[in-house]
């Protein structure tokens, strides 16, 4: 739990502080006297009377009652220092900078568990260990450089990294990014990012709490959490954006099933991140891009107007946005036309917007007021403005940030010319701005933004589905694969639309049920896993004379216990998947099915339960989507049977978190249904 003794400490003891600052005891306290703390400050070091100009005691045992205790000694001796601090000295929050805990070693490990004990007895808070610390505008309590400027209305940045926070301060603060607190959360022994963002939701004030969220994660272990609180900021008002490290191929494991091979755990990621509204970053740099744009007012629009005084960054950035789903629309008409003559002459207001190397500062005012005023197509303006450094260019970035408060459609400055003119962009960083040094990567930032949606709903609308029927084969079911008459129930009991079928052990009862159910039939093995590559399953069968011959011959493959039967179905062939992940619970997985989901693996996710609303989202962005509309006169797929077929596979699950895998591969789509043609469903219960 995070308290008012970690946040605003009255006083700080530094354990372990030295006169050497090339040491974290002394770096951290180094930071804390040149940030000038402004409570009663402490130091601990067994060998000096005084430290860096601060008092030093001998002993921990020898200090007054403190609120928080910053650790910089060796792991072995932090839990009777943490003991003594808890018991003797009121201490209820606490750093510890050191390494050599779980990270390292058991014998870490227990030195750890026994901290966090001692700490959780009287209801404290603890950083770390193994961490750089913790910065907000009451303290610097880090023992890293640099202090990024500390402002209420920055950023708020949690990191399950130290160094790699350092470097994601460094990437945004020449930009001009401020920050309002840094969690470095280390080992996260007491608490981890997911603890933190729940308390940045819990204290939320709109009035005075930052709107802008950072997380850099590496491990995710309570993702309800992060669904929980972060939805719950966004719908507050705020904008969140993590990278999350760690997802490459590398990590995947063989799998039995196709949703088994496509659901990895990065793809349980990018679906939780999706259903929370988090914009998913892959790096530092875009990771404080898209905090910069945060810091601007929202984009309402799709529609960019890109002004420049040079040509080259206007085309990159026109590619950025269009290869990106972004527009860069025709700007037109009479007042286009007085637009333009406010220029010199060889200017062009067909957008991009350039009023040449020689434009002024006062033709960028007019170009600005007509895109706010004047073009109601244009929802933002970026501005791009460098210098080959000839003349100071004070006064356009002067007019710039005059314009960018009196404007309610958000203006982005790209400032390339860092060299050429950093005193100027130096002092437009100085009136609280933000530049963004390079085009393509605002582009990319602002696309990404765009089209992260908002958070679902807290409630998914279930379908009725009948549960005690679905508990009744789950409770009875054997782990493994489910036969053809378990799955079938639970199908049904779903409301997944199957095709009519029968399971034949004999050869007169196979001709008996083609009759049954009309003639072509397909058949296929029942027992091994991919019927196709076993010779199982076989096509269009119009005859009782073929259906003898092929049944006489299936049964005898390998692993075969009986025959399915089906009626010969046509339409676009669908895939509906899901599979339970570790912590996520289960992801369902929606596509084209066949043998295009192996090709092509065009599929999207989504974190069970899901909503018709969600379902619809992840069938509009499969790539194939323009075939399930229907292409070259074929017939459409049914989207909203589709979708519900989806919604139902989520409420499946949720009502059967037994389910492991589950595969409905093919079902077939057409304009009036969508069927179920095969299933597999792979029961995994804990013992």
Same mark, same amino acid.
């Given at each position: 739990?995070?308290?008012?003794?970690?946040?605003?400490?009255?006083?700080?003891?530094?354990?372990?502080?030295?006169? /050497?600052?090339?040491?974290?005891?002394?770096?951290?306290?180094?930071?804390?006297?040149?940030?000038?703390?402004?409570?009663?400050?402490?130091?601990?070091?067994?060998?000096?009377?005084?430290?860096?100009?601060?008092?030093?005691?001998?002993?921990?045992?020898?200090?007054?009652?403190?609120?928080?205790?910053?650790?910089?000694?060796?792991?072995?001796?932090?839990?009777?220092?943490?003991?003594?601090?808890?018991?003797?000295?009121?201490?209820?929050?606490?750093?510890?900078? =050191?390494?050599?805990?779980?990270?390292?070693?058991?014998?870490?490990?227990?030195?750890?568990?026994?901290?966090?004990?001692?700490?959780?007895?009287?209801?404290?808070?603890?950083?770390?260990?193994?961490?750089?610390?913790?910065?907000?505008?009451?303290?610097?309590?880090?023992?890293?450089?640099?202090?990024?400027?500390?402002?209420?209305?920055?950023?708020?940045?949690?990191?399950?990294?130290?160094?790699?926070?350092?470097?994601?301060?460094?990437?945004?603060?020449?930009?001009?990014?401020?920050?309002?607190?840094?969690?470095?959360?280390?080992?996260?022994?007491?608490?981890?990012?997911?603890?933190?963002?729940?308390?940045?939701?819990?204290?939320?004030?709109?009035?005075?709490?930052?709107?802008?969220?950072?997380?850099?994660?590496?491990?995710?272990?309570?993702?309800?959490?992060?669904?929980?609180?972060?939805?719950?900021?966004?719908?507050?008002?705020?904008?969140?954006?993590?990278?999350?490290?760690?997802?490459?191929?590398?990590?995947?494991?063989?799998?039995?099933?196709?949703?088994?091979?496509?659901?990895?755990?990065?793809?349980?990621?990018?679906?939780?991140?999706?259903?929370?509204?988090?914009?998913?970053? =892959?790096?530092?740099?875009?990771?404080?891009?898209?905090?910069?744009?945060?810091?601007?007012?929202?984009?309402?629009?799709?529609?960019?107007?890109?002004?420049?005084?040079?040509?080259?960054?206007?085309?990159?950035?026109? /590619?950025?946005?269009?290869?990106?789903?972004?527009?860069?629309?025709?700007?037109?008409?009479?007042?286009?036309?007085?637009?333009?003559?406010?220029?010199?002459?060889?200017?062009?207001?067909?957008?991009?917007?350039?009023?040449?190397?020689?434009?002024?500062?006062?033709?960028?005012?007019?170009?600005?007021?007509?895109?706010?005023?004047?073009?109601?197509?244009?929802?933002?303006?970026?501005?791009?403005?460098?210098?080959?450094?000839?003349?100071?260019?004070?006064?356009?970035?002067?007019?710039?940030?005059?314009?960018?408060?009196?404007?309610?459609?958000?203006?982005?400055?790209?400032?390339?010319?860092?060299?050429?003119?950093?005193?100027?962009?130096?002092?437009?960083?100085?009136?609280?701005?933000?530049?963004?040094?390079?085009?393509?990567?605002?582009?990319?930032?602002?696309?990404?933004?765009?089209?992260?949606?908002?958070?679902?709903?807290?409630?998914?609308?279930?379908?009725?589905?009948?549960?005690?029927?679905?508990?009744?084969?789950?409770?009875?079911?054997?782990?493994?694969?489910?036969?053809?008459?378990?799955?079938?129930?639970?199908?049904?009991?779903?409301?997944?639309?199957?095709?009519?079928?029968?399971?034949?052990?004999?050869?007169? /009862?196979?001709?008996?049920?083609?009759?049954?159910?009309?003639?072509?039939?397909?058949?296929?093995?029942?027992?091994?896993?991919?019927?196709?590559?076993?010779?199982?399953?076989?096509?269009?069968?119009?005859?009782?004379?073929?259906?003898?011959?092929?049944?006489?011959?299936?049964?005898?493959?390998?692993?075969?216990?009986?025959?399915?039967?089906?009626?010969?179905?046509?339409?676009?062939?669908?895939?509906?998947?899901?599979?339970?992940?570790?912590?996520?619970?289960?992801?369902?997985?929606?596509?084209?099915?066949?043998?295009?989901?192996?090709?092509?693996?065009?599929?999207?996710?989504?974190?069970?339960?899901?909503?018709?609303?969600?379902?619809?989202?992840?069938?509009?962005?499969?790539?194939?989507?323009?075939?399930?509309?229907?292409?070259?006169?074929?017939?459409?797929?049914?989207?909203?049977?589709?979708?519900?077929?989806?919604?139902?596979?989520?409420?499946?699950?949720?009502?059967?978190?037994?389910?492991?895998?589950?595969?409905?591969?093919?079902?077939?789509?057409?304009?009036?249904?969508?069927?179920?043609?095969?299933?597999?469903?792979?029961?995994?219960?804990?013992?």
């Amino acid at each position: 739990m995070i308290n008012k003794q970690l946040l605003d400490p009255k006083s700080i003891v530094v354990v372990g502080a030295s006169e /050497d600052t090339q040491k974290p005891g002394g770096k951290v306290l180094k930071n804390l006297i040149d940030h000038k703390y402004k409570g009663q400050l402490y130091v601990v070091n067994p060998k000096a009377d005084s430290v860096q100009g601060v008092t030093s005691y001998r002993d921990v045992k020898d200090l007054p009652q403190v609120d928080l205790a910053i650790l910089a000694i060796a792991a072995k001796y932090c839990p009777e220092t943490v003991d003594i601090l808890t018991k003797q000295k009121q201490t209820r929050a606490f750093i510890i900078l =050191s390494a050599g805990f779980h990270e390292e070693s058991e014998e870490g490990a227990k030195l750890e568990h026994q901290i966090v004990e001692t700490i959780n007895a009287v209801g404290g808070s603890l950083i770390g260990p193994n961490c750089i610390g913790v910065l907000n505008p009451n303290y610097t309590g880090v023992f890293t450089t640099p202090i990024p400027k500390l402002d209420p209305k920055g950023v708020d940045f949690i990191s399950g990294s130290g160094a790699t926070a350092v470097f994601i301060m460094e990437a945004g603060m020449p930009k001009g990014l401020t920050f309002a607190s840094v969690y470095s959360v280390g080992n996260s022994a007491q608490m981890g990012v997911e603890e933190i963002l729940k308390y940045l939701d819990e204290s939320f004030d709109p009035e005075t709490s930052s709107k802008v969220k950072l997380l850099y994660v590496e491990s995710i272990n309570k993702p309800d959490l992060i669904l929980k609180h972060a939805s719950s900021l966004i719908r507050k008002g705020c904008r969140i954006a993590a990278i999350k490290a760690g997802g490459s191929a590398a990590g995947s494991r063989a799998a039995s099933s196709h949703t088994g091979a496509l659901a990895s755990s990065d793809v349980a990621v990018d679906a939780l991140f999706r259903k929370a509204g988090i914009v998913r970053c =892959s790096g530092r740099e875009e990771l404080t891009s898209v905090a910069s744009v945060f810091m601007h007012p929202e984009l309402k629009g799709k529609n960019i107007a890109i002004i420049t005084h040079a040509g080259g960054p206007a085309v990159m950035l026109t /590619d950025s946005l269009s290869n990106n789903g972004l527009e860069v629309p025709t700007i037109e008409g009479a007042k286009a036309k007085a637009l333009l003559e406010k220029l010199y002459a060889g200017s062009s207001v067909a957008n991009p917007i350039d009023f040449l190397a020689t434009g002024t500062a006062e033709q960028l005012g007019h170009i600005i007021d007509a895109c706010e005023n004047d073009f109601p197509n244009i929802d933002a303006m970026v501005v791009i403005f460098g210098s080959p450094g000839l003349f100071p260019v004070y006064d356009v970035y002067d007019l710039l940030d005059q314009k960018m408060k009196q404007c309610k459609k958000p203006i982005f400055p790209v400032l390339p010319s860092i060299i050429n003119v950093k005193n100027e962009i130096d002092h437009f960083i100085a009136k609280g701005r933000i530049n963004f040094p390079d085009e393509v990567v605002l582009g990319n930032a602002l696309s990404k933004i765009y089209y992260t949606p908002k958070p679902v709903s807290e409630s998914a609308g279930l379908p009725t589905i009948d549960v005690k029927k679905i508990r009744e084969v789950i409770d009875n079911a054997q782990n493994g694969y489910l036969n053809p008459n378990e799955l079938q129930s639970l199908l049904d009991a779903a409301g997944i639309n199957r095709a009519g079928e029968a399971v034949v052990k004999t050869q007169t /009862d196979a001709i008996n049920s083609a009759k049954n159910l009309g003639f072509p039939v397909v058949m296929k093995v029942v027992g091994p896993v991919h019927k196709s590559d076993v010779g199982g399953v076989v096509l269009n069968v119009k005859d009782s004379e073929t259906v003898a011959r092929e049944f006489d011959r299936m049964i005898k493959i390998k692993d075969t216990t009986a025959i399915l039967i089906q009626p010969m179905l046509s339409g676009v062939e669908l895939f509906i998947g899901a599979k339970r992940e570790d912590k996520f619970g289960h992801m369902v997985l929606c596509g084209l099915g066949g043998i295009f989901i192996e090709i092509l693996k065009d599929v999207n996710a989504g974190i069970a339960p899901l909503s018709i609303s969600e379902a619809k989202d992840m069938i509009q962005r499969l790539k194939g989507y323009k075939i399930l509309k229907g292409v070259r006169g074929q017939e459409p797929v049914n989207e909203e049977q589709f979708a519900e077929m989806v919604v139902r596979v989520s409420a499946l699950v949720t009502a059967a978190p037994e389910i492991f895998e589950m595969d409905i591969n093919p079902l077939l789509g057409r304009k009036d249904k969508v069927v179920a043609v095969d299933a597999r469903i792979r029961i995994e219960k804990e013992l």
